[in-house]
């Protein structure tokens, strides 16, 4: 059973640094993808990264170029999202998501397993 809970979520000033992690088990690490997902009040969940567990192909949305990074640890089924420059729209719950997946990353509905969620909010 895979099983994915996120935490590193917390209150960061604008231009402020946070470090999300995910623990993750359960799934084989040549053949999913690991996603990190958010949304905001009254706005639909949004793929903000995406990491093949295989080789480690990653993916971005154009938004956090530049100032977000998604990595793994396989020692430790960790995945992270080092989140630098952080503005306020940032403001999200963060999720952590996984999944074998054949279409776009960036889709919610093609990950079957999700964290709970930790909260972001990021002031001016």
């Known amino acids: 059973q895979v099983q994915v809970a996120e935490s590193g979520g917390g209150p960061v000033q604008a231009g402020g640094s946070l470090r999300l992690s995910c623990e993750a088990s359960g799934y084989t690490n040549s053949d999913y993808c690991l996603g990190w997902f958010r949304q905001a009040p009254g706005k639909d969940r949004e793929g903000v990264a995406a990491l093949f567990s295989g080789d480690n192909r990653t993916f971005y949305i154009k938004s956090v170029k530049g100032r977000f990074t998604i990595s793994q640890d396989t020692s430790k089924n960790t995945l992270f999202l080092q989140m630098n420059s952080l503005k306020p729209e940032d403001t999200a719950m963060y999720y952590c998501?996984?999944?074998?997946?054949?279409?776009?990353?960036?889709?919610?509905?093609?990950?079957?397993?999700w964290g709970q969620g930790t909260q972001v909010t990021v002031s001016s």
């Open positions: 998501a996984a999944n074998r997946i054949n279409g776009p990353w960036y889709v919610p509905e093609a990950f079957k397993y």
